[in-house]
């Protein structure tokens, strides 16, 4: 069997060629066996199809390229949930812009490791200029506002506690009821103080509570008091600005993690939305949200880079003090991880081919899809609007259903893969969940989501799709 082909080199782009025309048409034959955004069947008759295209893993003579190619493609893409479908509106996962994924091919076949300038020489120059102006959105008024690149709202807000941590010691975490799980998660991790939980009655943080809090906290400095810019169940954003005053006047550091509403920064319509979120100390920002990105596309943002000193590492063989000295730029302060792809060149590509306008339409329609399907709700009789909705979340229910229903015709709808909705406890029930992501989504669309539920109960073994 003759050596494959590198992706790398001068020629690689003609070793890629034909591999790409493979994977394309297993993407588009396995889309349409599909047939909806979800596999009929449930994880059992999913997973015997996948097993079944897939074995043997490891065969004693190989297939070859493109028959690999070809079948386990095609049978991911049959038995994937896809964002980019108009009816799979269960979580924060986001159909990516195909200007996005062209972007990641290249990264991927130049594959440079971003923990070292010699193994990413533009790659970090790249990454260094597009953080700072990712930055400086968050932070205009900032004089060297700055960015770490993460793997998502998880690997920031858990840098955001070890900054405060190297900063001032062990600091007593403060949060809202409303606040992502890896907050508290990386409290624990970090060996951190039990935080302490702010409710949020109606979806945000109580500020009295919250004042409340920080008094019967005042003897045990420092404090970090972490708001949430677009809830993970309701879309809400904290009051920023109320909640700052309150920092400032007990002495809080605050930290806002804003991983799905931070992008509303491109947008003239929203962007007020966001205001006092200058005043963080550290920031969250995911763009695999509502920045229409593959995965990974996370950032943490800091007013000032100084503020990002206690990553600093040393190892003689990615960062020798001599090379430094030199010139070199050093990466390994950039991450708490070694190897990293430079998932910052689709995000460069994205800015730069859509600019704020276009950034700012997506988000903007997208919003507006959201409200179009709270009208929806509001006007078809038998189904029940928890609120309006503040980013493109919208929470319903059938009138009359108890939560085990559904429960039920949401399981219902993903069993035949004729819909992913998402669940999320509301005000003491349990509500249907669309997140809309896809701007390219039509009233048409959401008009058939909403014919999905009708009547309540849908059809006893129905396998309609």
Same mark, same amino acid.
């Given at each position: 069997m003759p050596l494959p082909p590198l992706a790398g080199g001068a020629g690689g782009a003609a070793a890629l060629r034909p591999l790409i025309d493979t994977v394309l048409d297993a993407l588009?034959?396995?889309?349409?066996?599909r047939g909806g955004p979800l596999p009929a069947g449930g994880p059992g008759a999913v997973t015997e199809r996948l097993l079944d295209a897939s074995r043997p893993v490891l065969p004693a003579t190989g297939t070859? +390229?493109?028959? %690999? $190619?070809?079948t386990l493609v095609r049978a991911l893409t049959e038995g994937a949930a896809d964002p980019a479908d108009p009816l799979c509106v269960a979580h924060l996962h986001t159909p990516p812009l195909a200007l996005?994924?062209?972007?990641?091919? +290249?990264?991927? %076949? $130049?594959n440079p490791s971003m923990d070292s300038w010699d193994q990413a020489p533009a790659a970090s120059a790249l990454e260094a200029e597009v953080a700072r102006t990712i930055a400086a959105e968050v932070y205009p008024n900032a004089p060297a506002p700055d960015a770490l690149v993460t793997t998502g709202g998880t690997e920031s807000n858990q840098l955001a506690l070890l900054l405060a941590r190297e900063r001032h010691g062990p600091v007593q975490l403060v949060h809202g009821a409303n606040a992502h799980h890896s907050l508290p998660r990386a409290a624990?991790?970090?060996?951190?103080?039990?935080?302490v939980t702010v409710p949020a009655p109606a979806g945000v943080i109580d500020l009295a509570?919250?004042?409340?809090a920080l008094t019967d906290l005042h003897h045990h400095p420092p404090l970090l008091v972490a708001a949430t810019a677009g809830t993970t169940d309701t879309g809400r954003i904290d009051p920023l600005p109320e909640i700052a005053d309150l920092c400032a006047r007990h002495n809080a550091e605050l930290h806002v993690d804003a991983a799905y509403g931070g992008p509303l920064l491109f947008s003239d319509v929203h962007k007020n939305r966001l205001a006092g979120l200058d005043?963080?100390?550290?920031?969250t920002l995911d763009l695999h949200k509502l920045g229409w990105q593959p995965v990974a596309a996370g950032l943490l943002a800091v007013p000032d880079t100084a503020a990002l000193a206690p990553l600093g590492h040393q190892a003689d063989y990615l960062n020798a003090d001599d090379d430094t000295e030199a010139g070199l730029p050093d990466l390994l302060g950039r991450s708490l991880r070694t190897t990293r792809r430079p998932d910052i060149l689709k995000i460069a590509v994205t800015l730069r081919a859509l600019g704020r306008q276009g950034l700012a339409d997506l988000v903007d329609r997208t919003c507006a899809a959201a409200q179009h399907l709270a009208d929806l709700v509001e006007k078809t009789p038998g189904l029940e609007l928890h609120d309006r909705p503040t980013l493109s979340t919208v929470l319903f229910r059938p009138t009359g259903a108890d939560d085990t229903e559904i429960a039920t015709i949401?399981?219902?709808?993903?069993?035949?893969?004729r819909a992913v909705l998402g669940r999320a406890p509301a005000d003491g029930r349990l509500?249907?969940?669309?997140?809309?992501?896809?701007?390219?989504?039509?009233?048409?669309?959401l008009a058939t989501l909403l014919a999905l539920l009708s009547p309540l109960s849908l059809p006893e073994g129905s396998t309609h799709r």
């Open positions: 588009h034959t396995g889309a349409a066996a070859g +390229a493109e028959e %690999a $190619l070809r996005a994924v062209a972007a990641d091919l +290249a990264a991927s %076949a $130049l624990w991790f970090l060996g951190l103080p039990e935080p509570a919250l004042d409340e005043r963080a100390h550290s920031v949401r399981r219902t709808l993903l069993t035949e893969g509500w249907l969940k669309a997140t809309i992501l896809n701007p390219h989504t039509t009233p048409h669309d």
